[in-house]
Structures are given as structure tokens and as C-alpha cells.
């Protein structure tokens, strides 16, 4: 199973989503349902960014140049947050992104012990 709790996304001028939680089920089946341009992409992205972090690429279409397609085209850092449970303790991850990876930040917190 996996939970993720406060989901949080944004740029320093807008959030595209706040506090989204979910559970995943072990050997259950699950489907984001919505209207195109909702965030289900943008949503399934950020997790993976959010346990992964965005790798540099020389791509320049968008489509194949995550850091390009989710960075503020008016500049400035993109910004993130997910509390999740594994093997029963609650972690919280946050992540800063820049223009580079040098530019990146990254946190990851055990909940109970701060």
C-alpha cells in the first residue's frame, strides 16, 4: 500500500494543486479521471519528481525536457511537497527545482521525529 498525503505543488506566483491525498492498494487498479488540462499529467509527474527530482536534458522540445515543460517560463524555481508512508513510518519530501540541477533542494523528514 501507498499513501501520499498533501500533495502540494506550485510556483511562487500560482498553485496548481494543494493537499491531495490518495492510497494506493496493493494489486488494486487505479485511474485519474478528468477533463484534459486538469493536472493528471502534471500530478503523475510531480510524484515522480517528488521521489526522483528532475534530471538535466539537452532536449529542447517539452515534451521530452521535464525541467523545461514544469519550470516558471517567467523564471524563478518551481517548489513542491508529499508527506507518504513506507514501512509504516510517515516521511515528508520537499524539493526545490531551479533552471540546473545544481540549482535543486532537497529535504526528506521523518514526521514523527521532526
Known sequence: ????KNLSFGFPQREL???VN?????DRHCAL???NGTGKTT???FIKAMLYGIGESKKTSLDENDRKKYLPWSGGAAQGSMTFEAG???YR?????????SEDSFAIYDVLLG
Do not use: H, Q, Y
Not at 500500500?1 to 501520499?4: G, L, R, S, V
Not at 520537499?94 to 540546473?100: D, I, N, P, V
Open 1 to 4: 500500500m501507498i499513501t501520499a
Open 17 to 19: 494543486f494543494w493537499n
Open 88 to 90: 509504516g513510518k510517515i
Open 93 to 101: 519530501v520537499e524539493r526545490t527545482f531551479g533552471a540546473r540541477p
Open 33 to 35: 479521471i478528468g477533463s
Open 22 to 26: 490518495f492510497t494506493l492498494e496493493k
Open 43 to 45: 500530478l503523475c509527474s
